[in-house]
Each structure stands twice: as structure tokens, then as C-alpha cells.
């Protein structure tokens, strides 16, 4: 037996297979499969179903897991949403950003955002809603795709092609808007742009009659760990301001920055020049 497969052997001594199982379970769920019955769990746990039966009494039990409509199926409960929430507040970025973003809100007058990546998606763990009518379907813990977004292109502008390649290996893209990118080279192509402005600003890139600002937030290594962005209703998008609001959203994103230890003259020092 290779010393890898004794490191192997160890580490499975110490799984508990049914909190393995129960997590397991609790991932099914997604915003494509808000409901899942516990037949259709066991068929793609391959579970017995008494088993499968037994986890989600268990779940429920705990509030992870409740009852839909009718009885039949299962969803998320309040517990997982308090781990969620109770996670975003945990994380050092979402503690520094929640305020300035609080600050960029009242002075621009727009609705502000921290994203995240998570693998080729990214996940809202911040945001301040400016009081307008215009009403968001994002909230905190909203996911969209990364390659189809202002936000989600700032926060790919780290990866060189082939590390884009393996994120998106399919031959076309998934398209939401007529200025998603349709390949990997042309989202490479665009996010290179990007990175060498320092920010990015477009108008229904990927919600029709909004624009958004979104500059690049990085950590102490230079490394890219989240986007700070600005959305601004097309009705309410004053060429004549644009300067102002691209300034205002780029220094809020090097203030963050800052907090984390980044320091663009450090950087520089060590021949790495990147643009924020």
C-alpha cells in the first residue's frame, strides 16, 4: 500500500457517514431544485430510501429541512439561511466592506455590491439598496453566472486563458444577454480590457435597462478576492456624473483593499503592476 493510500485510510477513519450523508442531502438543493421528494433524493444519493427517510426526519427536526406545500416534498428551512447569513457576517471582508459600502451608497445615491467568485459563479455577500422604485431581484447570497456579468468579468481578470479554459470547457458560452461573450477567447479577450482599465462600465451587459461600475477589491498578495460595484437604473444614468461615479466606486474599492493589507507599492517593488 502506497503512503498515499495510508493517508487515505487514516483520514476515512475519522468520516461520520451519516453527517456526510445529511450534508450530502442538504446540497440537492439549489435555486433549479427548490423541492425535492425523498424518492428523488434517494435516486440521486443511491440511497435506500428508510435511509434517506431517516435523514430528513432528522433534518427537519433541526429546521435544515421543512415540508412544502402538501406534504410531499422538501425544501431548505431557516436553519441553513442562519448558517449562511451567520458565515457572510463571519468573513473579515464582508465585516470591512458592509460599511463603505453603506458610505459609497449615500454618496452616490445608487444601490452598492460586494461579490465573491465561486467557481463559475458569483455570489452577492454584501450589497446597500439605495430607496429608488427600481426594485432588484439581487439580494445577499444571490448567485449568477460570473462570464455574464460586469461583477463576474472584474473577478476573472486574474486567470490566465488555459485557467479559463478548465472553468469553461464547453465550446460556447451560455448566453443572457446580446453582450455575453459566446467563447472563452472572447471572454478572455474581454476581461484583458478590463483588467487594464482598472474598472468596468456597461449598460445591460446583462439586465436590460441597467448599468453597472465595478472595480477589482485585492488582498494582500495582489490576488483579486472580490468586485465592488455600483447599479444604476438606465433611467437614472446621467452621462455628465460618470466620471464622478467610476472614481468614487474605484477608490471604495482600494479603500477595502487597503484594509486587507494590499499595497499597490509593494507590489510595484516586487515587479508586479496591477491596475485598480
Known sequence: MSKGNISE??????????????????????????KLSAPELARRL????STVFRLLMTLESMGFVQRAEGGHDYRLGLAVLRLGFEYLASLELTELGAPLLERLRGEIGFSCNLVVRDGRSIVYVAKSSAPTPFTSSVHVGTRLPAHATVLGRVLL????LDELRELFPEEHL?????????TVMDLYELVQ???????VLQEAFFEARVSTIAAPVRDATGRIVAALGATIPSSRFEPERIDDLVGRVRSTAMELSRLLNYSPEKMQAMGRVVNL
Open 157 to 160: 481578470e486574474d486567470l490566465t
Open 46 to 49: 443511491s440511497l435506500p430510501r
Open 174 to 182: 451560455a448566453s443572457y444577454s446580446s453582450s455575453t461573450p459566446t
Open 9 to 34: 485510510v487514516a483520514q476515512d477513519k475519522y468520516l461520520v457517514p451519516a453527517l456526510e450523508r445529511g450534508l450530502l442531502l442538504l446540497g440537492q438543493f439549489s435555486h433549479l431544485d427548490r
Open 193 to 199: 480590457k478590463d483588467r487594464e482599465r482598472g474598472y
